[in-house]
């Protein structure tokens, strides 16, 4: 187009022409656009007058397109879905700028994860704030998502498939023993945690390893005996600490273990997946996905060897 032409073309003009043309009638429009019927003639004349062609006429039947208006409007058409597409990409970028990431997640998580992204999510966005919930179970991670208290949620895989989740770590169940209950080095095995008193929280919802470790066991022959149920974590592992009994609990939830409880790996390994996790579909500003994006480069860097 010529460059003095296209000088002189304005979006309200753009936006007068295609109602007058969807509609078929100027007051129509008007009523449409917010604006008075003459601010829509107006328009459209100078836009006529820019192009050097008449685009609509009046006739008893209200406003009709021209031949060149008609092949006009597809493409004005299409610059103004254009222009609300930018406009919707604009909206979601000024999350980087201000805003808030709501991030629902169990203490244990938010703990030991949370402040080391927090941390280098501040120094990259420093206008964006994030408000951490906590739960005391996966379960009220989910329901937080689902009732649009918060954007992102650090629950275990797999999710149900109204979410959209990605992997961030495994986190190994172990063995927790009271003090000089074996040699040091010595490995565990089943005959060593089935013939001492077992402390576990309850095998029921929403509480969510204690059945997994119970189930875990008996594949290989043997039945847990538990000698005493808590709900606390911190309970449990205080428990183990006086001599009470020994835990099978995930390390992110027993951390920090006390220097004088043992810790051993199981005989044979067991593992619960953390991710992070989004209503699938949702509209969410794009700080949201840069938050998940440290997320995963933690965690990842979390994993490496050292």
């Excluded at 192009?51 to 597809?74: K, M």
């Excluded at 629902?104 to 080391?116: G, Q």
């Excluded at 095995?189 to 204690?210: F, K």
């Amino acid at each position: 187009m010529d460059e003095a032409i296209a000088s002189k073309l304005k979006l309200s003009q753009l936006r007068a022409f295609v109602a007058a043309a969807e509609h078929r009638n100027f007051s129509t429009a008007a009523l449409e656009l917010g604006v008075t019927q003459s601010t829509v003639s107006h328009a459209i004349a100078t836009l006529e007058d820019a192009l050097g062609v008449v685009l609509l006429v009046r006739g008893r039947h209200g406003a009709l397109l021209t031949s060149t208006g008609e092949q006009i409007l597809p493409e004005a058409q299409q610059i103004l879905r254009l222009l609300e597409e930018i406009q919707k990409k604009a909206s979601l970028d000024r999350g980087l700028q201000s805003g808030v990431v709501r991030v629902a997640s169990v203490r244990s998580i938010a703990t030991h994860l949370l402040p080391e992204v927090m941390m280098q999510f501040r120094q990259a966005f420093p206008r964006v704030s994030v408000t951490i919930s906590e739960f005391d179970h996966f379960t009220g991670v989910e329901l937080a998502l689902r009732d649009g208290q918060a954007d992102l949620g650090l629950t275990l895989l797999p999710t149900p498939p109204e979410f959209q989740s990605w992997k961030l770590l495994r986190d190994e169940f172990v063995a927790l023993l009271p003090p000089q209950t074996l040699e040091p080095e010595t490995p565990l095995n089943w005959d060593d945690l089935t013939r001492l008193p077992l402390i576990m929280t309850p095998a029921s919802p929403p509480y969510e390893h204690a059945r997994a470790v119970i189930d875990h066991v008996m594949q290989f022959g043997y039945k847990l005996h538990i000698a005493y149920e808590m709900k606390e974590d911190s309970t449990v592992i205080g428990m183990v600490k006086r001599g009470l009994g020994v835990t099978v609990m995930a390390r992110l939830a027993a951390e920090p273990i006390p220097a004088e409880i043992q810790v051993r790996r199981l005989p044979v390994p067991l593992e619960r997946t953390i991710g992070v996790a989004i209503l699938a579909n949702a509209l969410l500003p794009k700080a949201v996905f840069m938050f998940i994006d440290v997320l995963k480069a933690v965690c990842a860097a979390a994993e490496q060897p050292t």
